[in-house]
C-alpha cells in the first residue's frame, strides 16, 4: 500500500518497504579536518594552519605556494589535531594564533 502524507496518496512508490532493508547498515565515513603547526629550522619560525590533507599542505608549504611560508623550504609538521568538521579546525587554528605564545606552541608541541 502506499504511503500515506496527511490523508493523500503519495506519489512515490517504493521498491523495497523499509522493514525488508532493516538489515542493512548504513555508515557515515567522514574526512577529517586537521589544524597543524609546522616548523622551519632556516627560518626559526611556526606556522599554524588547518587542511583537509596535511601532507599536501605541507608540500605547498615546501613548494612556495604560500605567501608567509614561501621563503623557506625545509617545513616540517611539528603537530596536528583531527576534527570532524573544517568549522572546528578552523576555531581551533583562531585559538592558536589568538594566545599569540610560541610558548604555547612549544608547550602544545611536546604534549
Not at 632556516?42 to 599536501?56: A, I
Request: glycine share 4%.
Amino acid at each position: 500500500m502506499p504511503r500515506m502524507l496527511s490523508g493523500k496518496r503519495s506519489s512515490v512508490r517504493l521498491r523495497y518497504p523499509p522493514q525488508a532493508l532493516s538489515h542493512l547498515r548504513v555508515t557515515f565515513s567522514f574526512m577529517p579536518y586537521y589544524c597543524y603547526i609546522i616548523y622551519s629550522e632556516s627560518k626559526d619560525k611556526y606556522y599554524v594552519g588547518h587542511s583537509e590533507d596535511v601532507v599536501k599542505r605541507l608540500l605547498q608549504h615546501n613548494d612556495g605556494l604560500s605567501t608567509f611560508t614561501a621563503k623557506a623550504s625545509d617545513w616540517a609538521l611539528a603537530y596536528k589535531e583531527e576534527f570532524e568538521t573544517r568549522e572546528e579546525a578552523a576555531k581551533r587554528e583562531r585559538q592558536i594564533k589568538k594566545k599569540k605564545s610560541r610558548k604555547y606552541i612549544e608547550w602544545l608541541i611536546r604534549g
